[in-house]
């Protein structure tokens, strides 16, 4: 089963190689991570994906919370939490095929941040299965280049 472990850590050095060779050593892969400072300049979101059944996910997590660095461990799995993604896609653009691509960007909401003599760099954001319909629609072109972020994920906030 696939799982969205979010962690908060202490901002400091060797903390995220602590964190994800603990689930490595395990025989985990992690699918996709991303690490940034929060709110709070001292600490920092570790939002990784990985595929674990549920006894060997438990076990993960309370190896993490055995450490240290990390303060607070969140799985946002069955939360229905808002996840997303950034990708840079670099797509061939001949000068005659440039409005194509350009108006597929607008639809998905996507921006123009480079153009080149032969190419148009475009940046989206947004949920796994949107950026792989971009991707698909960008293929027809030819993609030169592609750039993924990890997923980030944060809770939703709870109902009143």
Same mark, same amino acid.
């Given at each position: ?35 940034? +400072? ?8 570790? +939002? ?20 240290? #660095? ?50 148009? +760099?475009?940046?989206?954001?947004? #949920? ?31 109902? #009143?």
């Amino acid at each position: 089963m696939r799982h969205v472990l979010s962690a908060l850590v202490e901002n400091k050095p060797g903390v995220l190689s602590r964190v994800t060779g603990l689930i490595s050593r395990r025989g985990f892969n992690i699918e996709s991570l991303s690490v940034g +400072t929060t709110e709070d300049p001292s600490m920092s979101r570790v +939002t990784a994906i990985v595929q674990a059944d549920g006894v060997a996910y438990e076990q993960i997590t309370k190896q993490l919370h055995k450490l240290i #660095d990390v303060h607070k461990i969140t799985d946002l799995t069955d939360e229905g939490a808002i996840e997303r993604e950034l990708a840079l896609f670099k797509v061939a653009a001949e000068p005659e095929r440039r409005s194509e691509i350009i108006e597929i960007a607008n639809i998905f909401r996507a921006k123009i941040v480079d153009v080149g003599r032969s190419s148009l +760099t475009i940046e989206a954001t947004g #949920d796994e299965a949107k950026l792989a319909g971009l991707e698909d629609l960008f293929r027809a072109y030819g993609i030169r280049e592609i750039v993924r972020t990890g997923k980030i994920a944060m809770s939703r906030n709870a109902k #009143d």
